[in-house]
């Protein structure tokens, strides 16, 4: 018989297993049916892998490094694992760790603890994360994921099976008779004798006498012996933290406030981003008597759970979960901003309509989130935040650049080469799209044509998942879950934002706080803008306490102004803006020329709030020059001329029944609006960004300015 390990595809490997420590790396390879042959390590990935079968699951097995225990550790390794192993479904932590009797649990060295959900918590709980309140109280906040269902469902048939702890100690016999016979003894049950539980306020007294020989025996708790040796599960929330609980009264008040049975250190940096069961063998009570006589046996006694487990769950059941490394696809142009801030509302408004319920089988709808803003709020922005986020929870992402047909096509085009179809389309892209079970997001960028119909671009069907960003709120039509306008940010984010791009030191936020204030309220909390600002105090053209002089006297120059580095799709902010103003002026339709003379008239008036109501009112009042010439009063400067009425802009006119065309005045209204040039408030009144205002003046030559101007006063 050939005893050469057979070696398997990385891709058939579907149950990753941690451990901590070297004797739990020991055990859990005690427990393999087969071993395989070890596969080369992938760029950037320093794991040493222990390759095998349990039953019919083929399980990758990993230790962290030596002298590197804790909840970063136990997270870097498994975030190395799921990208060597993308088909791994699920992950079991196996080890030791330090339990916590009580009148209601009976919990001796060598029982298993498996992290099971009771109540509000998930199964493990981060003592150690949470904020000091008033008075010095420590109060712990946020909550892991859970165990998979999956895993949770095997854990509740093992909890009816008869005769598990007799398995359970069979499993262990006779896998290390099969893989390391030599040390059966040392793995084996250390004895009744051995198992002492001193009172939680007595401390060991030596640090050299590892088996308590000079405790006080006057301590030791009174316990009715069991009837026999093996050992016994538990099911309960598991503490995780970076320190080593070896204190008693310690240990009993958190398990008194968050009901917890057993102590470790890695789990907590696994729950949420590599979804697993925890399975802890006791070794100590958590407490200052604390040994390694009992570790062995402790990781072997977990381990053989972890085998019943895989010896529970029918390979048909994994292959229906999805993978933890679930992202196969990812076409996204560039990384998000180094100095991203911010925008958390909308990031978790985005997880909750979005992400929730992702992998449900039934398809109720398409979901689709528009994010509507000026050019430079912050769209793309978040959308690379938030796809880079939560790329674990798509199988994949995509991006397209809307921004005109030819783009769209081309993206799509993408999208089927990357899938691996023979048809290079763009309707072969989005038939995939329409078809696929997997998760998909599909992110359309720079919706902001308003010549084109995006419905004939989006996937049919209501599977898959769709962001838009567009600075048309029109395309709001297009949502099924949700929109949200993006104007400003929060006054801290922009500040806090405006100090990262500067390159200030943390240690001197508060002290230049006050001088960033001043930038981002001239600034009006418009991202871009605010990240260009600190571009250029970071170059060293000016400091955060000159950059609004500057900006007095050299606006134009400050806007127009590009980093080097991590720059804008359209570059400076006046850039930004230009892009809108140049699709109009390259426009023949009435609306836009109409649009682009509104513009110019509200370079001239406040930003704020104008009624429209104004147009109307010149308008109207412009129907009497006649009867004012007639009764000699043309000469009175108190009235308007024909030659003030000739300089009214040309989306006033008159329709043939003599009335104000009020619909050409409203559509060049909406047409600044489907750029976000202006919002349309609900008083029927409009408003514009501070620097949008300025860059409307700005970008007039002073011909234009003096016409743009004359037309305003006539105007209003």
């Not at 809108?580 to 509200?602: C, F, G, M, Y």
């Not at 040039?677 to 007039?700: C, G, Q, Y």
Request: glycine share 6%; hydrophobic share 40%.
């Amino acid at each position: 018989m050939d005893d050469t390990p057979r070696s398997i595809p990385r891709e058939d490997y579907t149950v990753g297993w941690i451990c901590a420590l070297p004797t739990e790396s020991i055990a859990a390879q005690a427990m393999l049916d087969e071993r395989h042959e070890a596969l080369p390590n992938l760029q950037h990935d320093d794991n040493t892998y222990t390759l095998g079968r349990i039953a019919k699951h083929n399980v990758a097995i990993a230790c962290l490094p030596k002298n590197q225990i804790g909840t970063t550790s136990a997270a870097t390794v498994a975030t190395t694992m799921r990208i060597s192993f993308p088909s791994i479904r699920f992950g079991l932590m196996v080890g030791i760790g330090g339990g916590v009797p009580s009148k209601k649990n009976d919990i001796r060295l060598g029982d298993i603890v498996i992290s099971t959900p009771t109540g509000t918590k998930t199964g493990v709980v981060q003592y150690d994360f949470g904020k000091t309140e008033k008075a010095g109280e420590f109060r712990r906040t946020g909550a892991l994921g859970k165990p998979p269902a999956e895993l949770l469902g095997a854990v509740a048939h093992l909890e009816t099976k008869y005769g598990l702890e007799q398995q359970l100690s069979e499993h262990i016999s006779n896998g290390f008779r099969k893989w390391f016979p030599n040390w059966a003894t040392r793995y084996a049950y250390q004895g009744a004798g051995c198992d002492r539980l001193f009172e939680a306020g007595d401390n060991h007294l030596e640090s050299d006498d590892e088996n308590c020989q000079q405790c006080s025996g006057y301590k030791v708790v009174d316990r009715l012996p069991r009837g026999d040796s093996l050992p016994i599960v538990h099911y309960g929330n598991i503490a995780s933290g970076n320190q080593v609980m070896k204190h008693g009264l310690s240990r009993d008040r958190l398990s008194k406030q968050e009901d917890i049975i057993c102590f470790e250190m890695e789990a907590a940096g696994l729950m949420d981003n590599f979804q697993c069961l925890v399975i802890r063998g006791i070794c100590d009570y958590a407490d200052s008597h604390k040994n390694k006589r009992w570790q062995p046996y402790a990781a072997a006694t977990a381990a053989a759970y972890a085998r019943e487990i895989l010896l529970t769950v029918a390979p048909k059941v994994v292959q229906g979960m999805a993978p933890i490394w679930n992202n196969r696809h990812w076409l996204v142009p560039r990384p998000v901003n180094p100095f991203f801030t911010g925008q958390k509302t909308l990031l978790k408004m985005l997880r909750e309509t979005i992400c929730d319920n992702l992998h449900q089988e039934v398809h109720h709808k398409q979901r689709r989130f528009v994010i509507i803003g000026i050019g430079g709020a912050g769209k793309s922005e978040v959308c690379l935040k938030f796809a880079e986020a939560n790329r674990d929870r798509f199988w994949a992402i995509f991006w397209v650049d809307a921004s005109s047909e030819a783009s769209l096509e081309r993206n799509f085009i993408d999208i089927a080469i990357e899938c691996g179809l023979q048809e290079r389309s763009l309707n072969a892209g989005k038939r995939w799209l329409e078809n696929t079970e997997h998760t998909w997001l599909l992110i359309v960028d720079n919706a902001d044509d308003r010549k084109i119909d995006y419905s004939k671009y989006l996937p049919s069907g209501n599977r898959g998942n769709i962001l838009m960003t567009t600075r048309n709120p029109e395309c709001s039509i297009h949502c099924t879950v949700g929109q949200e306008l993006l104007e400003k940010l929060d006054v801290d984010d922009a500040e806090k934002l405006l100090l990262k791009a500067s390159g200030i030191d943390e240690s001197q936020w508060d002290v230049r706080k006050p001088a960033a204030a001043n930038i981002v309220q001239l600034l009006g909390r418009h991202a871009l803008a605010i990240t260009q600002a600190g571009a250029f105090v970071r170059k060293g053209l000016c400091t955060l306490e000159e950059y609004p002089h500057e900006f007095q006297h050299q606006r134009q120059r400050l806007l127009r102004f590009c980093p080097d580095q991590s720059r804008s799709t359209y570059g400076g902010v006046y850039t930004t803006f230009e892009v809108s103003a140049q699709v109009l002026e390259k426009s023949s339709d009435p609306q836009a020329i109409d649009a682009l003379e509104l513009l110019r008239i509200l370079a001239f008036v406040h930003f704020d709030r104008v009624p429209i109501l104004i147009f109307r009112k010149a308008w109207t009042y412009a129907q009497t020059i006649p009867s004012n010439e007639e009764n000699g009063l043309q000469e009175d400067v108190t009235f308007l001329s024909h030659w003030h009425v000739s300089r009214l802009p040309g989306f006033m006119r008159s329709l043939n029944s003599g009335e104000l065309d009020i619909i050409s005045l409203r559509e060049a209204v909406r047409t600044l609006a489907s750029f976000s040039i202006i919002s349309i408030n609900e008083t029927d009144d409009i408003s514009m960004h501070p620097l949008v205002h300025a860059w409307a003046k700005d970008r007039l030559d002073q011909s234009d300015q003096t016409m743009a101007c004359m037309s305003s006063e006539v105007s209003i």
